[in-house]
């Protein structure tokens, strides 16, 4: 069964650094946008960044612009988030999805969501 899976995650002092990497298994990421994201314990998800197909767009939340990088290596069959300067407020389980070649700003239009991996930010 086609699915994501995504790793990297745990536990970072304030200001330090992360990459989460989401890899396909079962099929392959070449026709597929990818999206990020995250869940905090009582909040309701939300999009941090996504990448297209080809890589050649890429978006971010407001909240992570500047600090967070997507980006893919198709021939890995990976995407992945580079998650610098963090802060306590980037404590969330962090998941990824896919859709086809384009990103949408709705999370409903991804599908083969990953079992997430859990990202701490605390001294």
């Known amino acids: 069964q086609p699915q994501l899976v995504e790793s990297g995650g745990g536990l970072v002092q304030p200001g330090g650094s992360l990459r989460l990497s989401c890899a396909a298994s079962?099929?392959?990421?070449?026709?597929?946008?990818i999206g990020w994201f995250r869940q905090a314990p009582g909040k309701e998800r939300e999009g941090v960044s996504c990448?297209?197909?080809?890589?050649?767009?890429?978006n971010y939340a407001d909240s992570v612009k500047g600090r967070f990088t997507i980006s893919r290596d198709n021939a890995k069959n990976t995407v992945y988030l580079q998650m610098n300067s963090l802060k306590p407020e980037d404590t969330a389980v962090y998941y990824c999805?896919?859709?086809?070649?384009?990103?949408?700003?709705?999370?409903?239009?991804?599908?083969?969501w990953g079992q997430g991996t859990q990202v701490t930010v605390s001294s």
């Open positions: 999805a896919r859709r086809d070649y384009f990103c949408s700003g709705y999370d409903r239009d991804f599908r083969s």
């Open positions: 079962g099929f392959t990421l070449d026709h597929d946008a």
């Open positions: 990448i297209s197909f080809s890589g050649g767009t890429t």
